[in-house]
């Protein structure tokens, strides 16, 4: 027999575990369908490699269309919570460069025609904040106090980071491997458990969707529902008024491109963009071994960054200090200058003094060069090909970052490879068909009922870490559905439930 919802929700991340949470809030039926494990504080345990096992993806590589560039890692979460339960929880709004990029990129506007500002997102941003208990984290310790002088005399000072951990973090230094205090705040503990509890939410876990049912009528091409692969390897479907896409960036394209979205808009213009403008926020621990104790895998991750560099004009990067993986990804992804990794004696030797070096994170502005698409067999795959402007910048955080640590008194410096964790933009939205692949309220411009609600969405790659954005963009999102200005839903047959 065929389940029908009010609405359902394609992964239960930063953007899909947010508006499966505020939309059953608004008194929705809704199906949240995620591919990975439900785990909950209880079951996270510092043993990194079976949390990288069971609660992240394997490691996905974007492959270099120039052929003197390395492949480069990409990382994120599969779990209930998605990579908001394994990520750092640092909270940064966009900056006013952000908002412009956007609109240069998609002509991305509001209800009122203008180009989308601030003032646009600011309520959301706020509610967002709000429910996830946003504040400082001021208790720099030692990995810090060791840098900060250096960033001083460089001009480039250190100040304190927003994050959505609450007063019961420990300072552990486990947020990679999920928070065992719920002091980190997820989509899990903030938005779907709630909902799960007081409101009319289904969380089917293990659940991989494989494609979107879609019909046509003569009217044009609507959502209709999923078809998904439960654990057992049985296939099923469910139908819904309304599906939203959110299994991330490196993931959502695929997901439209095998339900057969292009084939079936006649290779219209925005679904020929579906997995164009990846962007990556690429990022880089450079790393320095002091002769003082730092164990920087002992804190709270990031406490505090240096945004000089973040305008494109000022150089095009941020800074966060102070951080090191811990000892399987430290000793794996180690390099030297040339970026040849370390092994034998020589990696031996440095993993000996690990509590003796301290991290820092670079984060570079990127111009969305990268793609995702889908080979012959129908795997993922993913490119880069850094212009000119982001080379530059990737270069200029690296020497930037040496600097401080030689400053700081650091015997050795190392690297790590380029990667990225921020991955954005691969559906991007905006209100130009000929430049996005949904519209300004994250609606498909092909297929009517069918809406994407997380990174994938960003029209440019963030100058800051995203998550907050991609709330907030959902926040945005779910209201304009329980709104239901387009009619798509059934009249409600439950009372909202306030937000906690
Ligand atoms: C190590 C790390 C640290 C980070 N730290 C920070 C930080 O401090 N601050 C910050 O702002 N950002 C941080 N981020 C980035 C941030 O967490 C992500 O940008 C954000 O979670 C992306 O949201 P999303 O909804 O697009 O995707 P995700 O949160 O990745 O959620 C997508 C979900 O969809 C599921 N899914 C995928 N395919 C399918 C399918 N076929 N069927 C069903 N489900 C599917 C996935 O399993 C996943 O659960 C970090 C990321 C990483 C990896
Ligand atoms: S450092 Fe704090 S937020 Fe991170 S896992 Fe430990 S208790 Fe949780």
Redesign the pocket.
């Given at each position: 027999m065929s389940e029908r919802y009010d609405v359902i929700v394609?992964?239960?991340?930063?953007?899909?575990g947010l508006i499966a949470g505020e939309l059953a809030d608004a008194g929705r039926r809704v199906l949240l369908?995620?591919?990975?494990p439900h785990k909950s504080a209880a079951d996270y345990t510092r043993w990194e490699a079976r949390a990288n096992h069971e609660m992240w993806?394997p490691i996905a590589w974007a492959e270099p269309t120039a052929p003197d560039q390395p492949p480069m890692p990409l990382?994120?979460?599969?779990?209930v919570g998605?990579?908001?339960s394994?990520?750092?929880?640092?909270?940064l709004r966009p900056s006013s460069e952000d908002y412009e990029k956007w609109y240069a990129a998609a002509a991305l506007m509001n209800d009122d025609g203008e180009p989308f500002s601030e003032a646009d997102l600011l309520p959301h941003l706020e509610r967002v904040e709000q429910r996830l208990g946003v504040r400082v984290r001021n208790d720099w310790q030692q990995c810090v106090k060791t840098v900060a002088p250096a960033f001083h005399e460089l001009g480039a000072e250190l100040e304190s980071v927003m994050s959505y951990t609450d007063e019961n973090c420990m300072r552990c230094g486990s947020c990679?491997q999920g928070c065992p205090t719920n002091a980190g705040k997820n989509t899990l503990n903030v938005y779907i458990q709630p909902a799960i509890v007081h409101s009319d939410l289904e969380l089917r876990a293990d659940?991989?969707?494989r494609r979107v049912l879609m019909e046509d009528h003569g009217d044009g091409l609507q959502a209709t529902g999923v078809e998904?692969a439960s654990a057992d390897g049985n296939i099923h479907q469910v139908h819904a008024e309304v599906v939203v896409v959110?299994?991330?960036?490196l993931?959502t394209p695929g997901?439209l491109l095998r339900s057969g979205l292009r084939e079936a808009a006649h290779d219209s213009p925005s679904s020929l963009l579906i997995g164009r403008n990846l962007g990556f926020h690429v990022a880089r621990l450079v790393e320095g071994l002091f002769d003082k104790i730092q164990d920087a895998h002992a804190v709270y991750p990031?406490t505090a960054h240096s945004m000089k560099f973040q305008r494109d004009a000022d150089g095009g990067f941020i800074v966060e200090a102070a951080t090191i993986q811990d000892p399987i990804g430290f000793a794996a992804a180690l390099s030297d200058d040339n970026g040849v990794p370390l092994w034998g004696q020589e990696l031996v030797d440095l993993m000996r003094r690990y509590r003796y070096f301290t991290g820092l994170l670079t984060m570079v502005n990127d111009e969305n060069t990268g793609s995702v698409w889908v080979d012959d067999v129908g795997r993922d795959r993913y490119s880069i090909n850094f212009n000119a402007s982001e080379q530059r910048r990737i270069d200029a955080s690296l020497a930037f970052a040496q600097d401080v640590l030689r400053k700081a008194g650091a015997r050795r410096v190392v690297q790590t490879s380029t990667l990225s964790?921020?991955v954005q933009g691969s559906c991007r939205m905006g209100s130009d068909p000929q430049r996005s692949v949904v519209g300004p309220h994250g609606e498909s411009h092909d297929v009517r009922r069918l809406f994407i609600g997380?990174?994938s969405v960003v029209p440019r790659t963030l100058s800051v870490?995203?998550?907050?954005t991609?709330m907030a963009l959902a926040s945005r999102l779910a209201e304009y559905l329980a709104g239901d200005r387009h009619g798509y839903l059934p009249a409600s047959s439950r009372m909202p439930v306030a937000a906690a």
């Open positions: 394609v992964g239960s991340g930063a953007g899909g369908l995620e591919a990975g993806w990382f994120r979460g599969r779990l998605g990579t908001t394994i990520n750092t929880k640092v909270a990679l659940a991989y969707v998904y959110a299994a991330g960036a993931s997901i990031i964790t921020h997380d990174s870490n995203p998550s907050l991609i």
